[in-house]
């Protein structure tokens, strides 16, 4: 079969489906191929497993952008609540508040560590290292080397796999920007003390925000909400369609990808315009002739995970939407409570469901386990945590998420600039996007934005938006005021023009 359209968009998670929104709106034609046989929404979509439904690593609906949170209003007007933000870390047998209630810390930790964690911030701070490479070395300038072995060191190679100093700096600066112990321990103070910080005090750092929105049936409510809008308006969105080649002719300026189906069927789509946001790696390798920077793509890595969704008999709650386990005596990284995002995504009164996220790489060992032998691991760590008795456990359910993170190792920043300036320079009317797309480790708001400008650049015919400088511009990056009612009211964000 053979399909044309004006724009060909590659992935149906939130940039992707934002990009074809976006242009459907405009009056363009646009068909979406997506790999999943059965659910838009990528990393964020919604799973339904005997009625309770469970999100793919947690999604708060939270932006500075105005423009994006008028976005998510006008794609599903109805359907928000408004919910507390709490998360724990879990620390050698104890619970510790994120983020950082002083008084409690103090308790905890004892005053004699805790004096010794002050002292080693004091000592960073004086001694800084000059220019860190490393994750270790930013966050040991901003916390301490102390601070840094007790609740980063830990939690971070979980989720990496591998040494915080082989782990690029950037992806701290970018994830817990603004943020130092001086910053939290003023935030943790006033919190402790029960004051709140408001306008007069400046802006609170987005990691410290207390409230956020969440679709009450979770976020897929949102991407499914986005693709029947693009298919009321005359765009396609095709499930179960993995892109396996991409052939570009500067002549006619004409794409041509072949697309294969689970059952092995084959379509040939043409387009003007090709958006992406599938892994650079698998991008790369789909180009028909393999472009020069091919070498620097299959250079990339990325790190998976798999939740465990335990669904419990039990009267026992708690407030957490989520918890940070930095133990290293078991291999969970996170638990989530998914009735604390919303009372609707646990359909039965006295049973809770729990998902627990196992960091790891596509291939090993642990993603190779069998269903059965990672629910017994579960059950047996989220006793050991103490959040639930395991006996209490009446259903399971494993999901493995390929790709969810694009790693930040020390050379990935050379690599994926390589990849862009052959892309940009051979392919004019091919726009990358969102986290994948971009091997950029940006939040669901920040990949709906590197599509909104991309629909932008190509409604006017030219590059006119970096859509590179999303979540690298301090003005738009982990900064905002708390609650998504200040983040209408922020400032409307004016990105960088191309040069």
């Known amino acids: 079969m053979s399909l044309h359209t004006e724009t060909l968009i590659i992935g149906a998670g939130p940039a992707g489906l934002t990009a074809g929104y976006m242009l459907s709106k405009a009056g363009r034609d646009v068909l979406v191929l997506e790999r999943?046989?059965?659910?838009?929404?990528?990393?964020?979509?919604?799973?339904?497993?005997?009625?309770?439904?469970?999100?793919?690593?947690?999604h708060r609906f939270f932006s500075k952008s105005r423009e994006v949170v008028d976005l998510w209003n006008e794609i599903l007007p109805d359907d928000f609540v408004d919910r507390p933000r709490l998360s724990r870390i879990y620390y050698k047998g104890r619970y510790y508040a994120y983020p950082l209630k002083a008084f409690e810390a103090l308790r905890n930790l004892g005053p004699i560590e805790s004096a010794a964690c002050v002292a080693s911030y004091l000592y960073a701070r004086?001694?800084?290292?000059?220019?860190?490479?490393?994750?270790?070395?930013?966050?040991?300038?901003?916390?301490g080397q102390r601070l840094f072995s007790i609740f980063f060191r830990t939690y971070t190679e979980k989720v990496w796999g591998m040494s915080c100093d082989a782990i690029s700096a950037d992806w701290a600066a970018q994830r817990i920007?603004?943020?130092?112990?001086?910053?939290?321990?003023?935030?943790?103070?006033?919190?402790?003390?029960g004051l709140r910080r408001g306008r007069a005090g400046g802006p609170v750092i987005k990691t410290l925000i207390e409230s956020f929105r969440y679709p009450r049936r979770g976020p897929g409510m949102m991407w499914d909400a986005a693709a029947a809008a693009i298919r009321a308006r005359g765009g396609r969105v095709l499930l179960d369609r993995g892109v396996e080649s991409l052939r570009y002719d500067p002549a006619s300026r004409l794409w041509t990808a072949s697309a294969v189906t689970g059952d092995g069927t084959r379509e040939t789509v043409t387009a003007r315009h090709v958006v992406s946001s599938a892994p650079i790696r698998d991008l790369v390798a789909a180009l028909r002739p393999a472009p020069l920077s091919t070498f620097h793509a299959r250079?990339?890595?990325?790190?998976?995970?798999?939740t465990v969704a335990l669904i419990a008999r039990t009267d026992r709650d708690f407030p957490d939407n989520w918890v940070y386990i930095h133990d290293p005596s078991v291999q969970v990284g996170r638990v989530q409570n998914f009735r604390s995002w919303s009372p609707e995504m646990v359909p039965l009164s006295g049973h809770a469901c729990l998902g627990l996220e196992y960091f790891c790489f596509e291939g090993d060992g642990?993603?190779?386990?069998?269903?059965a032998a990672l629910v017994?691991?579960?059950?047996?760590?989220?006793?050991?945590?103490g959040l639930i008795d395991p006996d209490d456990v009446v259903d399971a359910c494993v999901v493995r998420?390929?790709?969810?993170?694009?790693?930040?190792?020390?050379?990935?920043?050379?690599h994926v600039a390589a990849i862009r300036r052959d892309l940009e320079g051979s392919y004019p009317t091919l726009h990358l996007v969102g986290r994948n797309?971009?091997?950029k480790y940006n939040n669901q708001d920040h990949a709906m934005m590197t599509a909104m400008l991309t629909a932008r650049n190509i409604l006017a015919g030219e590059r006119r938006y970096d859509v590179w400088a999303v979540n690298e511009d301090a003005e738009y990056g982990e900064a905002g005021p708390s609650g998504a009612r200040e983040a209408l009211a922020s400032e409307r964000l004016v990105p960088r023009r191309v040069a």
Do not use: C
Not at 36 to 58: A, C, K, M, W
Not at 126 to 143: C, G, L, M, T, Y
Not at 366 to 371: G, I, K, P, R, T
Not at 376 to 385: P, S
């Open 36 to 58: 999943d046989p059965e659910r838009v929404g990528g990393i964020s979509r919604t799973v339904s497993h005997n009625g309770f439904l469970f999100d793919i690593g947690g």
């Open 366 to 371: 642990l993603w190779n386990a069998d269903d």
């Open 299 to 306: 250079e990339l890595a990325y790190r998976d995970f798999l």
């Open 177 to 193: 920007k603004g943020l130092d112990l001086g910053a939290a321990i003023r935030d943790a103070l006033a919190r402790s003390l």
């Open 376 to 385: 017994a691991l579960a059950k047996r760590e989220i006793g050991q945590i």
């Open 401 to 414: 998420q390929p790709k969810a993170y694009p790693v930040y190792d020390e050379a990935y920043r050379d």
């Open 437 to 439: 797309g971009m091997h």
């Open 126 to 143: 004086a001694r800084p290292i000059r220019e860190p490479k490393s994750f270790h070395d930013w966050v040991r300038n901003q916390f």
